[in-house]
Every structure is written in C-alpha cells, then in structure tokens.
C-alpha cells in the first residue's frame, strides 16, 4: 500500500557528493519518521540519519557533520545530502517511512536501496 522509490546513488571520487531522494506514493495519512540506512557487504544495516515530525533529526556517529537529511512534506519526500565522501561510506542505501495510512494501521516501509561507490 506504500511505495518507496529512491534516485540519486552512484559512483563518487572520495571528497565528493551525492544527493539522495525517496519519494513515497500510496495511500498515506501522516510520515512521522523518515530515515536512511546503509548496508555494505558482510555488514549489517546501520542507521544514517533520520527525522521526526516535529522536525528532530539524529544521525550516524560516523556521518560527523558530513550530511544532511531533509524532508518535503507536500512531496512526502526526503533527501541525504551527502558532502566530504569517503570510500567507507560505500554502500546500499535504503530509505524507511513509517507512519499511518488512511485506513488508520501504521505502515513501516522501505525503498529498494540505490548503491553508492565512493572511489579513494
């Protein structure tokens, strides 16, 4: 019932940037949570960043100060600006929404990842 589609990965030179969107579709009522996460291989998912209605964001110890996560509402959109790009930061990003749909159950879906390859 939600859909989750991302744009924007790819292959970077380290000290680069990327921008990353997902956008949502489906019947929706309220996003109270918007994240992203990454999985690299042999590792597990790890957060990145996320944002709260009410505006709260919390990010990744290792994102210090290097991205930035915002969110469109008319869009039910958000975005990972990514700046100062390092090659660990390679991975499978993926974006989560949780929030209620108009039938009134909550929902907790994901987008389909989209790659990111940062090169040293």
């Known amino acids: 019932q939600v859909q989750l589609v991302e744009s924007g990965g790819g292959l970077v030179q380290a000290g680069g940037s990327l921008r990353l969107s997902c956008a949502a579709s489906?019947?929706?009522?309220?996003?109270?949570?918007m994240g992203w996460y990454r999985q690299a291989p042999g590792q597990q998912r790890e957060l990145v960043a996320y944002r709260i209605s009410g505006g709260t964001t919390n990010y990744g110890d290792f994102v210090k100060g290097r991205f930035t996560i915002s969110r469109d509402n008319a869009k039910n959109a958000v975005y990972l600006q990514m700046d100062s790009l390092k090659p660990e930061d390679t991975a499978v990003y993926f974006c989560?929404?949780?929030?209620?749909?108009?039938?009134?159950?909550?929902?907790?879906?994901w987008g389909q990842g989209t790659q990111v390859t940062v090169s040293s």
């Open positions: 989560n929404f949780r929030g209620i749909l108009k039938s009134t159950n909550r929902f907790n879906g």
């Open positions: 489906g019947s929706i009522s309220t996003i109270d949570y």
